[in-house]
């Protein structure tokens, strides 16, 4: 069975992923704001399509795999802190961040099983 790849990602599924997005949070590595995306609607399209492109040719640039760890302490004691006490994140790339909003609801749209466990 041959499935037509072409069009899986559609404008409005990137979009969609750009509003429901939370950008008050670190800037990745690329130093890219999304808050940018809402103030500006000319940007806001032009970055959508080059999304849909990435995402419908399949193949993420390397320069958006790249996060930066910073290290977050659990506790709020003052002091030398334990590595047990500490929380690694990886702040990503903002247009990382739509690209993976985008894919996570094409898959609960088409395949929700792989999502939630509830199903069986």
């Not at 969609?16 to 000319?42: H, M, R, V, W, Y």
């Not at 640039?61 to 002091?79: C, F, I, W």
Request: aromatic share 4%; proline share 5%.
């Amino acid at each position: 069975m041959i499935i037509d790849t072409t069009e899986i990602f559609r404008l409005t599924d990137i979009v969609e992923a750009t509003k429901s997005s939370n950008f008050n949070k670190g800037l990745g590595p690329d130093c890219f704001d999304g808050n940018i995306l809402q103030a500006d609607s000319t940007l806001c399209d032009r970055i959508s399509y080059e999304i849909q492109d990435v995402l419908n040719q399949g193949e993420m640039p390397d320069y958006l795999r790249v996060g930066r760890m910073v290290p977050l302490q659990k506790t709020t004691t003052k002091g030398p802190v334990a590595l047990d006490e500490i929380r690694p994140i990886v702040v990503r790339s903002h247009i990382s961040k739509i690209m993976e909003k985008a894919i996570l609801a094409k898959i609960k749209d088409t395949c929700p099983h792989l999502i939630d466990s509830k199903m069986y």
